[in-house]
Every structure is written in structure tokens, then in C-alpha cells.
């Protein structure tokens, strides 16, 4: 029978029955096939003392439920939690330190991850290294005797760098230190963090999970029992939750999952291949092409190589001058959704990046970033023909 499939399927399913089917029973009361959208403050109690496992919606919702039971399966983690934003998911994990512990942290972090840490968080007696987590041994060099945590993000944004998940799986467990995942430029079609020994993953479901670029939200997925403990204490003390209308988008955005990034992995290539070839381009920034530094990493660990990509114009005036002539090319900060977007790293998703620091990453004033849709690729290289013949 269907419904005793679904409850089962988690440990026998594959990646797209996956996505499309766990944690989504049918409902109980109805049958409907998709999850509703549980519109409630609260639930009313058989008898005193007695309910259905729902007490208050800060602290449990079905539908956020149904999402946080279906990002873990294809996390393949253990339980996961849905918070009102990435970066509330990512404020959820640094709750787990306390004053006095060191965070190690990859240097081209998104930059509400680097403001949060670096403006909020020292205030409170943390303190973080910020290192190319590509450098294994810059890695350990960075560890000290407080370092509670190794914080890591792979493919970086915009510059696009591969850190060796297994590598500093094990350098974190050597150190005692949980080893957080911040999985959300790859997908987990993509890349599973948590199969290569990562503790927690996270994820801005603003971008590929939710995929249409509708919804605000975040999670973090975990396999650890403390933490697990932990992490469902805080969502509820702190009260960060994702919504019931949001939760239920992103399930909607999941069952397309695998659809969505082959289609963004495809387009991600073939631009980068042909931004390659233009000779009005003088880098190009994406894993999946040989000459990237770490292609033979990116290879081991992803299954693609995602949809998005950088690349250099070499100056300031060149990149205002592809901006302003793309068409299809829509001007705009985040990424992950089904229509391509352009943007400027410099002044947009890393102006909170001071300048030093950006360019010690190698974000220049002439760096363009695209995240690759599903649109018709011909459609895409035209208009980015046509923009480069202005430059
Ligand atoms: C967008 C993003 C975040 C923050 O997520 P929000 O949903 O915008 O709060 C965190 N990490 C990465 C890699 C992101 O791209």
C-alpha cells in the first residue's frame, strides 16, 4: 500500500524518489497526496494531558514537519529543522558554542555569514580564523586548542574554490571539533556533506531547495544525538521557525529537485565553456571545466557541478557595461532559482566584504557572477553574446 511505502521509504528509496516522496504520508484526515498547509497557531487536546503530538506551532507544525523530515532524507542525515532563514539556520548552529570557543571558517564565506559572525558573534566571546579551507594544512595551522567548530562552504562564492570534505571531516573529528556543512551552492543533488563525515549541514532554502525563487528560508540537518537535542531546544527557545505557507514551498520545490539541477548543471557548463571561449573574457570560475585548480577534487565529491559560475573582465567599466546590456540576464543578488540571474559581486553580495579582504579572495571590480536557470541555453548565449560585443 502506498501510504505504509512512503512512511518506509527512506531507507530503501533513491535520491529522486527520494525528494519527490519523504516525509509526506498522505494526509491522515483526507488522503490528499500533498502535505496542506497547516495554517495554525495551535492545536486543540483530546483531554487534559492527551494530544496528537502538537501542543503550539513555534514548536511543531506538520507541514514545516513533513519539509524538515524530507530535507533530512535527502541530506541523508538524521533529523533536520527549518528555520525563517538561512541565516537564522546558521545563528541556530553557532549556538552551540560557547564564550571562549574559535571557529574556523572558510575565507570566501557568504557574506551574511562573515557579517554575522564577525559583527555579532565577537561580541559575545567568539572568535573565528577565517582560512582557504582548500589549504588542508592552512586548515590545522588555524586550529587551536578552543576550536569548537570548522565552518566550511564548497564550491565558494563567487570565486568558486573545492574544499576536501573528507580531509577536513577527519582533521575536525582528530580535533574534537564538529565539522558544519554550508551545502546550499551545491544542492544535495549535487553533493551530500554528511556522506563524506560532515556533522551538521545547512542550507539558505531561498535558492536551489525552493528553486523559484519565492520563498525565504532556511535548515540545518544533523546526525548527532546531542546535537539533535540540542538544535530542537533552541529552534523552539529562540522561536526562528519557518513558516507553514513557506515550508510548504519548499516541498514543492524539492519534488523537482534532481529535474532542476541537472538542467541548472547543464546550463552552468555550457556558459562557462562558451565564456571561455570569448575572448573578451580573461577567467572563467567554475569546477566543472579541467582547467579549474580543484576539477579533480569537484569530480570526487559532486555529482555536477551546479549552475553557478564567475568570470573576470578586467575592470570596473567593462562588468557596468555587461550588466547594464544583458536582457534575459536578470540583475540580481541570490541564486538558485529556475530564471538565470547576473550579478556583481563587488558591490552587491560582497559589499559588506571590506575591500581588503575581497581582494586578498580575488573579488575584483571587472568579476561578473551568473547563476545559471533552466532556460534554453541558445537563449542565454545570445544574450550574453550580445552584451559582450558592447563591451
Ligand atoms: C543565501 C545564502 C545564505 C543565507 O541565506 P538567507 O536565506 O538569505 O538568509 C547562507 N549561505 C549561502 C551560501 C547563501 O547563498
Known amino acids: 500500500m502506498y501510504r505504509e511505502w512512503i512512511v518506509k521509504l527512506t531507507d530503501r528509496a533513491r535520491f529522486s524518489t527520494i525528494c519527490l516522496h519523504a516525509g509526506q504520508e498522505p494526509d491522515p484526515s483526507t488522503g490528499a497526496i500533498i502535505t496542506p498547509i497547516y495554517q495554525t497557531s495551535t492545536y486543540v487536546q483530546d483531554e487534559l494531558g492527551k494530544h496528537k503530538g502538537f501542543e503550539y506551532a513555534r514548536t511543531q507544525n506538520p507541514t514545516r514537519l513533513a519539509l524538515e523530515r524530507n530535507l533530512t532524507a535527502i541530506e541523508a542525515g538524521k533529523t533536520g529543522f527549518a528555520f525563517a532563514s538561512g541565516m537564522a539556520a546558521i545563528g541556530a548552529i553557532a549556538t552551540m558554542l560557547k564564550s571562549g570557543d574559535h571557529v574556523v571558517v572558510s575565507d570566501n564565506t557568504y557574506g551574511g555569514t562573515f557579517r554575522l559572525f564577525d559583527k555579532v558573534l565577537t561580541r559575545y566571546q567568539l572568535s573565528f580564523s577565517y582560512v582557504n579551507t582548500s589549504d588542508l594544512s592552512a586548515v590545522e595551522r588555524a586550529f587551536t586548542p578552543a576550536t569548537r567548530m570548522l565552518f566550511v562552504e564548497t564550491p565558494t562564492n563567487p570565486v568558486m574554490g573545492i574544499t576536501d570534505l573528507r580531509a577536513v571531516a577527519d582533521l575536525a573529528h582528530r580535533r574534537d571539533a564538529r565539522l558544519v556543512v554550508d551545502n546550499t551552492f551545491a544542492s544535495p543533488y549535487n553533493q551530500r556533506p554528511i556522506e563524506f563525515g560532515a556533522d551538521l549541514v545547512t542550507h539558505s532554502t531561498t535558492k536551489y531547495l525552493n528553486g523559484h525563487s519565492d520563498s525565504v528560508g532556511g535548515i540545518v540537518v544533523a546526525v548527532r544525538d546531542d546535537d539533535i537535542e540540542w538544535l530542537r531546544f533552541v529552534q523552539n527557545a529562540e522561536g526562528a521557525i519557518l513558516g507553514p505557507f513557506d515550508s510548504w514551498l519548499v516541498l514543492r520545490g524539492t519534488k523537482t529537485l534532481t529535474l532542476r539541477m541537472q538542467a541548472h548543471n547543464a546550463n552552468g557548463l555550457a556558459l562557462a565553456q562558451f565564456l571561455s571561449a570569448h575572448q573578451k573574457v580573461e ?109
Open 283 to 391: 577567467h572563467v570560475y567554475y569546477p566543472g571545466l579541467p582547467t579549474h585548480p580543484h576539477h579533480e577534487l569537484a569530480k570526487k565529491q559532486m555529482r555536477g557541478f551546479g549552475g553557478m559560475l564567475a568570470f573576470e573582465l578586467g575592470s570596473l567599466d567593462k562588468a557596468r557595461t555587461l550588466l547594464n546590456s544583458v536582457r534575459l540576464h536578470a540583475l540580481a543578488e541570490s541564486l538558485g532559482g529556475v530564471e538565470t540571474l547576473i550579478s556583481h559581486p563587488a558591490t552587491m553580495t560582497h559589499a559588506s566584504v571590506p575591500a581588503d579582504r575581497r581582494a586578498a579572495l580575488g573579488i575584483t571590480e571587472g568579476m561578473v557572477r551568473i547563476s545559471a536557470g533552466v532556460e534554453d541555453i541558445e537563449d542565454l548565449r545570445e544574450d550574453l553574446a550580445q552584451a559582450l560585443d558592447r563591451v
